[in-house]
């Protein structure tokens, strides 16, 4: 099975600064299978990225996915207030079933 | 719009028994593969199981196989996971999921209902 690793556990930023969030995997994601989400406090996870670049529906640019292989990257680019959440990242490659990662919690200061 | 939404949860004995639905709306229920997604109290996101778009094919996690069954009735639109066995560790809140298909990312998701086991 594929095991994702996500960096830093917590991240603690202002508002306006630029949040890197990484994920990487155990072995090779198929065809960069990869997905990010935001869950915040008491609510259900969002999509926000598809296929590691790809933005969902709604999604705003601010937010972008880069990476391929083991190594993916969700950026947030100017943090706003209501970005406090936790991030997860998923990949849905495998024919074992999904994989997360074990989140990245962002903090806004 | 597109809606999912979780039944079923509650309190229930170790060993004992469960059925989960997730009534689906806003689009066509038989053209999507569907997902169950758990999350333990102030824990991250376990993936359960899948069924494709037919019904034909299933997946579960190691976890939960043989003790879980995931269905689907398209003419209700909707979605169940039945629970058999369970166990304190299965404690968690249940969320449905939509997929474009079975390799795909979840793009809509339900509200979540909770299910604890313990005596």
Known sequence: DIVLTQSPGTLSLSPGERATLSCRASQSVRNNYLAWYQQKPGQAPRLLIYDASSRATGIPDRFSGSGSGTDFTLTISRLEPEDLAVYYCQQYGSSAGFTFGPGTKVDIK | EVQ????????????????????????????????????????GLEWVSSISYSGISTYYADSVKGRFTISSDHSKS??????????????????CARGENLIAAQDYWGQGTLVTVSS
């Open chain 2, 4 to 43: 999912l939404l979780e039944s079923g949860g509650g309190l229930v004995q170790p060993g004992g028994s469960l059925r989960l639905s997730c009534a689906a709306s806003g689009f066509t229920f038989s053209s999507y593969a569907m997902n169950w997604v758990r999350q333990a109290p102030g824990k």
């Open chain 2, 78 to 95: 909707t979605l169940y996971l039945q629970m058999n066995s369970l166990r304190a560790e299965d404690t968690a809140v249940y969320y």
